[in-house]
């Protein structure tokens, strides 16, 4: 049974750091496209990163150059390291499995769901 379960959120305040990890059981994460997906109180899901089996990466576009996406094959785990964070940061963030394996269209391919950690960014 696959599961996802992400851990590594909390609060930090702007320009600070947090890594985010996401703990994958049930497949093997080198095999298929793993990333994150953010949700903002009163607005939608919007989808944050990927990385594919052969380790493309994609960014949406406001966290180019501050977030970087990261894969841990023998751990089974999926990070997201956050810099430079600033308060529109704020979100839960989600885990994500697609059915594939590469990043092109993987979020209306996604398969499996973690039940996110909370970010909160704030002075």
């Known amino acids: 049974q696959v599961q996802l379960v992400e851990s590594g959120g909390g609060l930090v305040q702007p320009g600070g750091s947090l890594r985010l990890s996401c703990a994958a059981s049930g497949f093997s994460v080198e095999y298929y496209a793993v990333g994150w997906f953010r949700q903002a109180p009163g607005k939608e899901r919007e989808v944050v990163s990927c990385i594919s089996s052969r380790d493309g990466t994609t960014y949406v576009d406001s966290v180019k150059g501050r977030f970087a996406i990261s894969r841990d094959n023998v751990k089974k785990t999926v990070y997201l390291q956050m810099n430079s964070l600033k308060p529109e940061d704020t979100a839960v963030y989600y885990c994500?499995?697609?059915?594939?394996?590469?990043?092109?269209?993987?979020?209306?391919?996604?398969?499996?769901w973690g039940r996110g950690t909370q970010v909160n960014v704030s002075s």
């Open positions: 994500a499995k697609a059915y594939g394996r590469g990043c092109p269209g993987w979020a209306t391919d996604v398969g499996s």
